[in-house]
């Protein structure tokens, strides 16, 4: 027979286990969820300038974008002038894209949602902040790590099945105050492909926020499109009206 020290180790040791992060996948996805809803806020109003950065040349926007939630987006050029009033909207998983010189919206097909966004390394849904990452995958903590004395996760995800989603796995980083520091894509042979890095972590908006994210694809460091933050504010609520083709298609000065 078992001695009672035995069994009064196990269960100590099971109750630990149980409460290690490690142990369930229940814990990674309600990490990745508060994280994600603490970067993107109830709603928030952003500026934002997005450098396309290649060795022989680069180029600059400023973008104004609205978010509501976790599925409604509003992203305007402001800048250069012959950008100026270029707009998508995406709504759930639908999205909308408006340009000013022909006075046309044009509804974005989900087969181009993981299209390069105005010629930079951000796909559209990767502009949108789309919701994919928190209803068609599974995660799992696989290992943690230091950054800045913070405890930092290491999420899998993995795609349910038949989930319709172009990535086969995805990697997060995940700070234990859910402030992101990283996020890789992998293709269907899990051979990656590109990796989001947020950098200068500061006060943004009320509260920590990485300042500037940088997105490349694997092996190619020197082409990169860097988003900076200039200014962040979080909202309780927007209006509905802001997510509309209407808006979509209204002058922003």
Do not use: C
Request: glycine content about 6%.
């Amino acid at each position: 027979m078992l001695s009672r020290k035995t069994i009064v180790f196990g269960l100590v040791l099971s109750m630990i286990l149980l409460k290690s992060p490690l142990a369930h996948s229940d814990d990674a996805r309600s990490l990745v969820e508060n994280s994600f809803n603490y970067m993107r806020g109830r709603a928030s109003i952003a500026t934002v300038v997005m450098t396309v950065h290649r060795p022989d040349w680069e180029r600059k926007m400023t973008i104004k974008a609205w978010t509501r939630g976790q599925k409604d987006s509003l992203f305007y050029i402001d800048a250069p002038a012959k950008d100026h009033g270029n707009g998508t909207l995406k709504k759930g998983r639908e999205m909308w894209m408006y340009n000013p010189k022909i006075s046309r919206v044009i509804k974005v097909p989900p087969s181009m949602m993981s299209q390069s966004w105005m010629g930079s390394d951000f796909s559209n849904n990767d502009l949108a902040k789309s919701d994919s990452l928190l209803t068609d995958y599974t995660h799992s903590i696989v290992g943690t790590e230091a950054h800045d004395g913070k405890k930092v996760y290491l999420i899998k995800s993995m795609p349910k099945p038949n989930a319709p989603v172009v990535w086969g796995m995805q990697k997060q980083k995940v700070r234990e105050d859910l402030i992101w520091l990283s996020q890789i894509f992998f293709d269907e042979d899990l051979n990656p492909v590109k990796a989001i890095t947020m950098l200068e972590i500061q006060m943004l908006g009320g509260k920590l926020y990485p300042k500037t994210w940088r997105v490349h694809k694997s092996g190619q460091a020197t082409k990169y499109t860097q988003l900076t933050y200039k200014r962040l504010t979080f909202k309780n609520s927007l209006p509905d009206s802001l997510f509309t083709l209407s808006s979509l298609q209204k002058a922003r000065r």
